[in-house]
C-alpha cells in the first residue's frame, strides 16, 4: 500500500435539481443497486483495471470529496477503469476514511480486480446516503457522472464514477449503436 499522491481530479458539475438530467440518463445514473451487474445485463462480461491505489491524507482529496466525509488521519483511494467487454465504459474513484476500515471491510484495501460492487453488495450492511449526478467535460465530450456516499455497518465512504463515451449510459438501453 503506496502512499504515493493520487492524480487530480477533473471540475465535475453537480446538478442541483436531478430532472435538468434527461430521463433515460437519469435512469442509469440513479441505480440503487450494483452498476457492475447492471453492466453485466447488457451481455457484457466486467472486468475492472486498478489504475492507482493509495492512502492519502485529507488535504490531498478534492475539495468537495472532503466535505463530505469524515475527519480522518488518512484516507484509502482506488482509482478503476471499468471494462465492458475490451471497451473502457467507466472510471471509479472510491475514498474510505481509515476508519472504515475495520474488521472484514480491512479487505477494501486489497481488491484488485475484484470490482467493488461484488464486495459492497455481498453483504447486508450497505446502505446509500445520497446520489449526485454530474457532467464533465473531457478530450472525449461530455461525460455523465455520479457521486455516492455508502455506508457499511453505518461506516462511509465516497464513490465517484464517471461514464465513458462507450458504456451504454451514453448509448441508452434499447438504442441499437449505428443507426
Ligand atoms: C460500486 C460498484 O463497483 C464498480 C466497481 C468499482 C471498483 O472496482 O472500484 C468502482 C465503481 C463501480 O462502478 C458497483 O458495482 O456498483
Same mark, same amino acid.
Given at each position: 500500500m503506496s502512499d504515493s499522491h493520487s492524480p487530480a481530479q477533473p471540475p465535475i458539475h453537480w446538478f442541483?435539481? /436531478? &430532472?435538468?438530467? /434527461?430521463a433515460d440518463v437519469a435512469d442509469w445514473l440513479m441505480e440503487m443497486g450494483s452498476m457492475t451487474r447492471r453492466f453485466e445485463k447488457q451481455g457484457v462480461t466486467v472486468t475492472v483495471k486498478p489504475q492507482n491505489e493509495c492512502f492519502v491524507s485529507r488535504?490531498?482529496? *478534492?475539495e468537495s470529496e472532503a466535505q463530505q466525509l469524515p475527519e480522518s488521519a488518512r484516507y484509502w483511494v482506488r482509482e478503476i477503469v471499468l471494462f465492458g467487454d475490451a471497451e473502457p465504459w467507466l472510471l471509479g474513484r472510491t475514498v474510505i476514511p481509515e476508519? &472504515?476500515? &475495520? *474488521? /472484514?471491510?480491512?479487505?477494501l484495501v486489497d481488491l484488485? &480486480?475484484? /470490482?467493488?460492487g461484488r464486495y459492497l453488495f455481498s453483504g447486508n450492511n450497505l446502505t446509500r446516503d445520497y446520489i449526485h449526478l454530474g457532467q464533465l467535460q473531457s478530450e472525449q465530450g461530455d461525460l455523465w457522472a455520479r457521486r455516492s456516499r455508502l455506508r457499511l455497518s453505518d461506516k462511509p465512504l465516497l464513490l465517484t464514477e464517471i461514464f465513458l463515451p462507450d458504456s451504454p449510459v451514453h448509448r441508452p438501453e434499447g438504442k441499437v449503436s449505428g443507426i
Open positions: 442541483n435539481d /436531478p &430532472t435538468d438530467v /434527461p488535504a490531498e482529496l *478534492g476508519e &472504515t476500515l &475495520t *474488521g /472484514p471491510d480491512m479487505a484488485g &480486480t475484484l /470490482p467493488l
